[in-house]
Structures are given as structure tokens and as C-alpha cells.
């Protein structure tokens, strides 16, 4: 059963358009893998009803499952907005974390003021593989800090994700995630119910959902 924030968000996601479904016409990933959805969630920062929302119910992750939350810091790129609008909210400081170290300047991974021993909170716009939040795992742990945890806006629900982050110690929570938005999408008319299934079937095992 999915929480009112979760079908909310999904909702809104939908009606602007920040996730686009078509599992008949998959989308490519870069990794080469074939995806019946395509998100975009930089587009909430466009809509401020749902920029509002969204920042909010981070906000309200944050403050539930990591009081003792000292920095916000967004994971590049589009986590960055979300992360400061977060921060925000919460009158925290803020820094966000490259992929990797920049190649001229200073060479910073970390951009910001993260004072050593600091507790932080990431925040990322979307989880899939897991791979670009646990980059800014590791960075964050390298600069001395401590990395209580992530919130993101939504979840594909990988299962080798969860696995990962596991392994790293670092737990999660999202607003919103895949299984909850097919829900909706049917619900709303955006997906008959016998593509919604072919596309939950994605997440089970996305790299064999089309070979």
C-alpha cells in the first residue's frame, strides 16, 4: 500500500511530464539498457507546486530518520537544486559532491564548506543503480565526515541497489519509487494494466527485461 506523498509525487511527476512510460517504445539507457520509463526530475524545479511539495517532504524525511543530520549536500548534478532547496528549509548548511575531483582550480570533489566530522545527508534526485550515490559515499567518507544517510525524490527499486547500499552502510528513503507510480499511472489512464505489469517486470530484472 503507498503513502499519500508517494502517490502524490508520482501524480505529479506524470502531469509534468518529469516520467515518461511507453513499455512497447523502450528507452535506452547509456549503460545500453532497455527501460520502459524515462525520468527527468530536474523538471520539478519549473513547477513551484510541486518544487514546494517536494522540497518539503524532503525536508520531513530528513528530519525523521537523520536528526542528527549536521550538512545537506546534493549529489551532482541533479541533486544539487534539490539538496539546497532542502537545506533551506531546514536552515542547514549546504555543499553538493562531484562524480569525481575537478581537473583544474582547486580540484575539489566537495564544493562547499564541509567541516571535518560533520554528519551528512545526501540528497539525489533519482536512485537506479546506485552507483553515482555511492561515489559521493565514498567522497564524503574520504574528506572525514560521516554519511548518515540519503533521501532522493524516487526509486526504480533495484534490488542490486539495495544490496549495495547495504553493503555500504548507508541507508535510504524516497518519496516516491517505481511499483508506485505504474499504480498511479493505470489509476490516472497514463498505462493500461497489462503494460503497467510488463513494466514492473523491469525492475525485477532490468538488464534481461527485453533480451
Not at 513551484?48 to 546534493?74: C, D, S
Not at 539525489?124 to 548518515?148: C, F
Request: aromatic letters at 8%.
Amino acid at each position: 500500500m503507498s503513502s499519500n506523498k508517494a502517490t502524490n509525487l508520482a501524480k505529479f511527476l506524470l502531469e509534468i511530464k518529469a516520467v515518461k512510460l511507453n513499455p512497447d517504445n523502450p528507452f535506452t539507457w547509456t549503460s545500453g539498457i532497455q527501460s520502459p520509463i524515462y525520468c527527468d526530475n530536474r523538471m520539478v524545479l519549473s513547477f513551484p507546486h510541486v518544487r514546494t511539495f517536494v522540497k518539503n517532504e524532503l525536508a520531513e524525511l530528513v528530519k525523521t530518520h537523520f536528526p542528527e543530520a549536521t550538512v545537506i549536500a546534493g549529489i551532482a548534478t541533479a541533486g544539487i537544486a534539490h539538496a539546497a532547496l532542502v537545506a533551506d528549509v531546514l536552515e542547514m548548511p549546504n555543499c553538493y559532491v562531484r562524480p569525481e575531483p575537478k581537473k583544474h582550480g582547486m580540484k575539489n570533489q566537495i564544493e562547499g564548506n564541509l567541516p571535518t566530522g560533520s554528519k551528512v545527508v545526501l540528497v539525489e534526485d533519482l536512485i537506479s543503480t546506485g552507483k553515482s550515490s555511492l561515489q559521493a559515499v565514498d567522497a564524503v567518507r574520504e574528506a572525514g565526515s560521516e554519511v548518515v544517510g540519503l533521501v532522493a525524490l524516487f526509486t526504480y527499486g533495484f534490488e542490486d541497489a539495495k544490496v549495495k547500499f547495504e553493503a555500504a552502510n548507508v541507508p535510504f528513503f524516497t518519496l516516491s519509487s517505481f511499483p508506485v507510480l505504474c499504480e498511479v499511472a493505470v489509476n490516472e489512464g497514463f498505462l493500461d494494466a497489462h503494460s503497467a505489469e510488463d513494466a514492473k517486470a523491469f525492475a525485477k530484472n532490468p538488464a534481461e527485461w527485453r533480451k
